[in-house]
C-alpha cells in the first residue's frame, strides 16, 4: 500500500510539475487530439531526465552493433541520444500519437532518421526479440507484466534498463541511486534449467548434470560414479556459464562456457540437452 501510495504521489508531482512545461507550446508541441480519441495510457507520460537517459545509457553502454527498444518512448529522447552519441540503431513504440509526432520530429532536428523508427502501437504488442537493449521507464505492474517476455523473448545477454522501478523478484546486476531516482539493469541470462549430459574431454570423465535455475541464479549438482556432487560458484551471466566441481586429484576442475541453441560449450568440455 505504502510503496503504491508513493508510485502514485511520485508520478502526480511529475504530472503537475512537467506537464504544463511541456504543454506550453513551441517549434515541437504535437497538434492537439480531441479527448475522445485520446488512447488509452497504461503509463502516464513523464519525460525521463537528460542526465538519467545518459547515465541509462552509461548501464546500457550501447554500440553501433547494438538495436535499442524503448517501449512508451514519449519524445523519443532514449532512442535518439543512443543513435546520436553511439550510433545504435533504435525503435520507439508509444500509443499516444502525439509522442509519436514529437518523437519523429526530434529525430529529423538530431539527424537520426536512418537510425531510429518510431511506431504509435500499444506496448503490450511489440516484437521485442530483436532488442538487445531494452529501456524502460513506465510502472511496476507493467514491467512485471513484460517480465516473462523479456525472459522469453530477448536473447541472453541482453540488456534491460529501467528508469525507476524494478522487476519484483528478479534482482537487477545493477542498481544505481541518483538523487530520489533509481536506474536498474538486468542482464538477461541464457535458460539453462534441466538435465545435462556433460563430456569432459580434458578429464575424461562423462557425467549428468542437474541446473536449478532462477533468473541469473543458478545451482546444481552433478551425478559423477552415483554420487550427487553439488556445484560450487554457479553463476550464469547472459549466455556465459560458469561453476566448479572437485576434480578426481583434490583439485578443483573449472567449468566455463556458453549456451547456445541445445548445447553448452567450454574448452575441452560439452554438455547438450538430457531427455
Ligand atoms: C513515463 S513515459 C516515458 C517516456 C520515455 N520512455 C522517457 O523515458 O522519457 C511513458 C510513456 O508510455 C506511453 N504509454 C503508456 N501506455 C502505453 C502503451 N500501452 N503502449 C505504448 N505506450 C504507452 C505513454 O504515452 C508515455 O509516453
Not at 560458469?242 to 578426481?248: A, K, M, Q, V
Request: proline share 6%; charged share 25%; with cysteine.
Amino acid at each position: 500500500m505504502k510503496r503504491r501510495a508513493h508510485l502514485l504521489t511520485s508520478f502526480a508531482l511529475l504530472l503537475v510539475t512537467v506537464l504544463p512545461v511541456l504543454n506550453t507550446g513551441g517549434a515541437s508541441a504535437a497538434p492537439p487530439i480531441a479527448q475522445s480519441d485520446r488512447p488509452k495510457l497504461d503509463v502516464p507520460y513523464v519525460p525521463t531526465p537528460r542526465h538519467i537517459v545518459d547515465k541509462m545509457l552509461e548501464l546500457a553502454a550501447p554500440t553501433a552493433d547494438d538495436y535499442l527498444i524503448d517501449l512508451g518512448c514519449g519524445d523519443g529522447r532514449i532512442p535518439i541520444t543512443a543513435a546520436q552519441r553511439f550510433g545504435t540503431r533504435g525503435l520507439g513504440v508509444d500509443i499516444d500519437p502525439r509522442r509519436i509526432v514529437e518523437a519523429r520530429q526530434n529525430a529529423d532536428e538530431a539527424g537520426v532518421t536512418d537510425k531510429v523508427e518510431f511506431r504509435q502501437e500499444d506496448l503490450f504488442q511489440t516484437d521485442i526479440s530483436q532488442a538487445t537493449i531494452l529501456t524502460l521507464y513506465l510502472l511496476p505492474s507493467v514491467n512485471i507484466k513484460l517480465r516473462p517476455r523479456i525472459l522469453k523473448e530477448l536473447r541472453p545477454g541482453a540488456r534491460v534498463v529501467s528508469h525507476d522501478w524494478d522487476m519484483g523478484d528478479w534482482r537487477a546486476d545493477q542498481e544505481v541511486k541518483l538523487g530520489n531516482k533509481k536506474i536498474f539493469m538486468w542482464v538477461v541470462p541464457a535458460s539453462v534449467e534441466g538435465r545435462w549430459q556433460l563430456s569432459d574431454s580434458e578429464t575424461g570423465r562423462s557425467f549428468a548434470l542437474t541446473l536449478k535455475q532462477r533468473y541469473q541464479d543458478v545451482e546444481g549438482e552433478a551425478d559423477i560414479d552415483g554420487q550427487q556432487v553439488p556445484l560450487q560458484n554457479a553463476r550464469i551471466q547472459g549466455d556465459r556459464i560458469s561453476f566448479e566441481l572437485p576434480g578426481e586429484n583434490g583439485d578443483v576442475r573449472r567449468y566455463e562456457g556458453r549456451v547456445a541453441e541445445q548445447v553448452i560449450e567450454g574448452e575441452g568440455w560439452q554438455a547438450k540437452p538430457l531427455t
